[in-house]
């Protein structure tokens, strides 16, 4: 699969529109849970079922106006965090199961996805028009990945995104990438770490970018702002000014910017990494339980190892490599020459054992992570859409779609760059 990205330029009041048909699709999604909830739903067929009901209902006008396999797909999104929460119980995973919540309309997040229907593509595949009951009208596709190399049968969803910066739509093409590379004969353990971004088994390490830390700064000023502005509303009907909507704009520009920097780091870190080795072994971190540590918590954050490892995963898949994640237990402690335990704080960055073994720490436990990877088999995939999409599925109801799980990970993300 492949999902190509591009920005859409209208007018102002066709902006408006496509809020009302995001906000439309929320509410379905959460008129599902509330089903769901009160136990009126126990597959994901009544949910579509209720899809119908909400359509019917004279009381919610816009959900009429919203495409039906629109609708479908928000009832797809709902069953998707239920089905979550059940397999999380069924694996008695620590700590929070992620029971489905409600979701709020906030200004600058958001979404609506159109499967067949409701939107077309012009012949030069540069403009899109979105034909359900909203009449959001003709948008210009703005970016340099063009469309034409691919058929509209192989188009298979459109989904709306909504950012602080615009409006953009993506593209799920039905097309399989595979790309060829060099054997190279090497293999390579990683080691990722606060102080650099990850040190490898040859002792090379990459420096931690660290983008939250160095526009901390920037963002305090611009949250301080945002403080200042704010009114605290004494009546339900009163509205804040625009001065705090553009100081609110200008903070979520400043955070959707460090998290584009994060995010194109990561992405070429973990090319470099796959295309220079045969196999690449990493340690298997539970990182929602690390950022408990209060201290740590936003330096392991910024530091982004989830989003790195799944890239690394995926790009794994396209080329060829095998990625194998290993139990990270006693990888900095054990000597990686003689496999004895010494101890050492995390204060302590070098290794020094009896054996007059003198390593970096984070050297010694690349050593270890590739000679447990070397005996070990595994490899796991990617979701495409940068969000939890366990609803795309073709499979009866009780089975979820595997677009972001190991059997289904050979997908791009191709971004439409604007072009001037």
């Not at 704010?230 to 001065?243: A, L, R, T, V, Y």
């Not at 004895?340 to 960055?349: E, H, N, Q």
């Not at 992570?369 to 979701?383: A, D, M, Q, S």
Request: net charge positive; glycine share 6%.
């Amino acid at each position: 699969m492949l999902v190509y990205e591009a920005k859409l330029k209208g007018k102002i009041d066709q902006y408006g529109k496509l809020d009302e048909a995001i906000r439309a699709g929320l509410f379905v999604r959460n008129a599902c849970i509330r089903l769901w909830m009160d136990r009126g739903a126990k597959s994901r067929n009544d949910l579509y079922k209720y899809c119908k009901t909400l359509a019917d209902n004279p009381d919610f006008p816009w959900a009429k106006l919203l495409n039906s396999q629109a609708r479908q797909a928000s009832a797809e999104r709902a069953w998707a965090s239920i089905s979550r929460f059940f397999e999380n119980c069924k694996k008695k995973i620590l700590g929070k199961k992620g029971f489905p919540k409600f979701k709020k309309n906030r200004p600058n997040h958001g979404s609506v996805e159109y499967k067949q229907t409701g939107f077309k593509l012009s012949e030069d595949r540069k403009y899109i028009t979105f034909t359900d009951g909203f009449k959001a009208g003709c948008f210009r596709l703005w970016g340099t990945r063009n469309l034409h190399f691919y058929g509209l049968d192989k188009i298979n969803r459109v989904r709306v995104v909504r950012r602080a910066d615009g409006y953009y739509a993506q593209f799920l093409i039905d097309h399989e990438r595979v790309e060829s590379r060099e054997p190279t004969g090497k293999t390579l353990g990683l080691d990722v770490g606060l102080s650099h971004f990850y040190t490898d088994s040859n002792a090379e390490t990459v420096d931690n970018p660290r983008y939250l830390q160095k526009s901390e700064r920037r963002i305090k000023s611009l949250q301080r702002r945002v403080s200042k502005k704010f009114i605290k509303p004494k009546e339900k009907g009163d509205k804040q000014s625009n001065n705090y909507k553009k100081a609110k704009q200008k903070l979520a520009l400043k955070h959707l910017k460090v998290s584009r920097q994060r995010k194109d780091f990561v992405v070429k870190t973990a090319r470099c990494v796959v295309q220079s080795a045969d196999l690449v072994a990493y340690e298997d971190l539970k990182v929602r339980n690390m950022v408990k540590n209060h201290c740590l918590a936003k330096s392991i954050s910024d530091a982004s190892w989830t989003m790195f490892r799944s890239w690394v995963e995926y790009f794994g898949k396209v080329f060829g490599t095998a990625t194998v994640a290993v139990p990270p237990h006693y990888t900095s402690q054990q000597c990686s020459n003689c496999g004895a335990i010494v101890k050492k704080s995390l204060s302590t960055r070098t290794h020094t054992c009896s054996c007059k073994t003198v390593l970096g720490r984070d050297h010694n436990a690349a050593l270890n992570i590739l000679k447990i990877g070397l005996n070990t088999v595994g490899h796991t995939g990617i979701n495409v859409w940068g969000e939890d999409d366990l609803y795309l599925s073709n499979g009866n109801d009780t089975q979820v779609s595997r677009l972001n799980e190991p059997e289904n990970s050979n997908c791009e993300i191709g971004i439409l760059t604007p072009s001037g």
